[in-house]
């Protein structure tokens, strides 16, 4: 599976816009990038994927580089309760395991 | 309305006791995971249903078994919990809806069961 790196937190002001980084520089063609969040003590959350395109959501937009070797994650007006971890993961077209890594710490701060 | 419910919320069993984690799904995906996932750690899979399919991770103990008995429920044993298997044990649901392998599709995740071992 390739790989992805994130930061391992970051801080963002209530209100502002929030862009997570997701280093994945050994995607292969067929592997799509997917968010998910975890509020503590819940499950994840799925929040948004793509494959090549920019993509948004009523939660998120996705940007995907054009090399595809990156992307990031904008949550556009961030609040307190976006306070979570957030995974990057890629994955093969044919392959059901979701793995998650590290994820990065996102703390929204009044 | 909750789509994947886990019970009990909250666990707690004896060392070498054994003890079942369960989940139900109303969304009728016919895959089903279960994850492990201790503090400050990410979730870790140790399973997966593709229907009746069971796909087991190679690092996952012998110690946890899974039983599927229809698409709605699926069970997380534990033989003999000690204490490093006290964790958080999520659940999670998936849709291939044409027969094929598609990842386009997001998952679902349960609350979570916590395991306390005493």
């Known amino acids: 599976d390739a790989k992805t790196t994130q930061p391992t937190s970051m801080d963002c002001a209530e209100g502002r816009a929030a862009n997570l980084p997701c280093n994945h520089s050994?995607?292969?063609?067929?592997?799509?990038v997917y968010w998910y969040r975890q509020i503590h003590s819940q499950g994840p959350q799925y929040i948004i994927h793509?494959?090549?395109n920019n993509e948004t959501n009523e939660m998120a937009s996705l940007i995907i580089t054009e090399d595809r070797k990156s992307s990031t994650l904008i949550l556009p007006h961030a609040t307190l309760r976006d306070t979570a971890v957030y995974y990057c993961?890629?994955?093969?077209?044919?392959?059901?395991?979701?793995?998650f890594g590290a994820g990065t710490t996102v703390t929204v701060r009044a | 309305d909750a789509m994947v419910i886990q019970n009990p919320r909250y666990q707690v069993t004896q060392f070498g006791k054994p003890v079942t984690l369960s989940c139900s799904q109303t969304?009728?995906?016919?895959?089903m995971y279960w994850y492990q996932q201790k503090s400050s750690q990410a979730p870790k899979l140790l399973f997966h249903?593709?229907?009746?399919?069971?796909?087991n991770e190679a690092d996952t103990p012998d110690n946890f078994q899974s039983r599927r008995p229809n698409t709605s429920f699926c069970f997380l044993d534990i033989r003999s919990p000690g204490l490093g298997d006290a964790a958080m044990y999520l659940c999670?649901?998936?849709?291939?809806?044409?027969?094929?392998?598609?990842?386009?599709?997001?998952?679902?995740f349960g609350q979570g069961t916590r395991l306390t071992v005493v």
């Open positions: 999670a649901t998936s849709s291939d809806k044409q027969g094929i392998h598609r990842v386009d599709t997001e998952a679902f």
């Open positions: 050994t995607i292969s063609g067929n592997e799509y």
């Open positions: 793509g494959l090549k």
């Open positions: 993961i890629v994955r093969y077209l044919n392959d059901y395991k979701l793995s």
């Open positions: 969304l009728n995906h016919n895959v």
């Open positions: 249903y593709y229907d009746k399919d069971f796909n």
